[in-house]
């Protein structure tokens, strides 16, 4: 039995990975086939992911919402989670997309768990430990074969790509460190789609996605679809319900599947070419999740 639920809960916590993955895919091919932008992909996926959670728990739980807005601290916690963590997380990661590729993208972002690890460090007042180091150093090594082909002086990206991922690897910090009193207290996807829906009002408010006007399609809307529903709410709700079954540290671990999939997706879909040292780099990012998940404690 318990051989079994460990088996489903790796299954669901991969394909939560794989979803996300292809939902980058799927921005990427918006961009580069449609004619779409971050400015009006982005404000569209957060307002509508952010309704539908919203709206069942003010129709199922209404004492929820009038809790968390009625305190002063809490309502002043979920804007900043929702502009702060959500907003400029989503946004930074679909431009670098817009700039560069899925892949390559979804490996910077990935840079995040070193940043929070360096973060809480700073917090504790205490130096990291050798194996904490290491993945500081590999994830260094992996920004700058990325970022140069090993060839100092010469960008292989445009220095905007390398900005947005880099950026959106610091939001993700903020993405998980802002909200950690309030997930003691709310569930987790209520706070989820009240960030999305405060993110994406306001985004709408200052990109004006109706302003745009990209080709919508039928192919356009799948797209936009699998974005909102497998690569926001269902990929979440299979990685939460895969940290249920074999818990937050083995999840994160097979949860990296995301840029693998983003990358495979962006090579195989989308026809971008990934040379050795794009996979070296790729490689010396993904690594130190492992050291910091597995080692980072000891």
């Given amino acids: 039995m318990k051989q079994n639920q460990n088996r489903y809960g790796i299954t669901i916590t991969l394909l939560g990975g794989c979803l996300w993955g292809l939902s980058g895919a799927c921005g990427q091919f918006l961009f580069a086939q449609k004619g779409a932008c971050s400015d009006w992909l982005v404000p569209i996926r957060l307002l509508t992911a952010g309704i539908l959670p919203v709206s069942y728990y003010l129709l199922r739980r209404p004492g929820l919402t009038r809790q968390i807005w009625g305190s002063r601290g809490s309502a002043v916690t979920l804007s900043a989670y929702g502009v702060l963590g959500m907003m400029l997380c989503q946004y930074s990661?679909?431009?670098?997309?817009?700039?560069?590729?899925?892949?390559?993208?979804?490996?910077?972002?990935?840079?995040s768990p070193v940043l929070i690890m360096l973060t809480m460090c700073v917090r504790e007042k205490r130096l990291p430990g050798i194996v904490n180091t290491a993945a500081v150093l590999l994830a260094l090594c992996g920004v700058f074969l990325l970022a140069t082909h090993g060839q100092p002086g010469r960008l292989a990206i445009s220095g905007?790509?390398?900005?947005?991922?880099?950026?959106?690897?610091?939001?993700?910090?903020?993405?998980?460190?802002?909200?950690?009193t309030l997930m003691k207290t709310?569930?987790?996807?209520?706070?989820?789609?009240?960030?999305?829906?405060?993110?994406?009002?306001?985004?709408?408010l200052l990109r004006r996605p109706w302003l745009y006007r990209p080709l919508v399609d039928v192919q356009t809307v799948i797209c936009l679809a699998a974005i909102i529903f497998l690569g926001t709410i269902v990929s979440f709700s299979l990685y939460m319900q895969g940290v249920k079954l074999i818990g937050p540290e083995k999840a994160s671990l097979y949860a990296c599947i995301e840029p693998v999939s983003a990358a495979l997706f962006s090579a195989f879909w989308l026809r971008v070419p990934f040379g050795r040292t794009d996979i070296i780099g790729f490689l010396c990012i993904l690594s130190t999740l492992f050291l910091i998940t597995i080692w980072g404690k000891r």
């Fill in 186 to 204: 709310y569930p987790t996807p209520f706070l989820l789609g009240w960030a999305m829906l405060i993110g994406g009002a306001l985004l709408c």
């Fill in 93 to 111: 990661y679909f431009k670098a997309i817009e700039y560069s590729n899925a892949g390559t993208a979804t490996v910077l972002q990935y840079l």
């Fill in 160 to 180: 905007a790509a390398l900005f947005w991922g880099l950026f959106s690897a610091v939001t993700v910090v903020l993405y998980n460190l802002i909200p950690r």
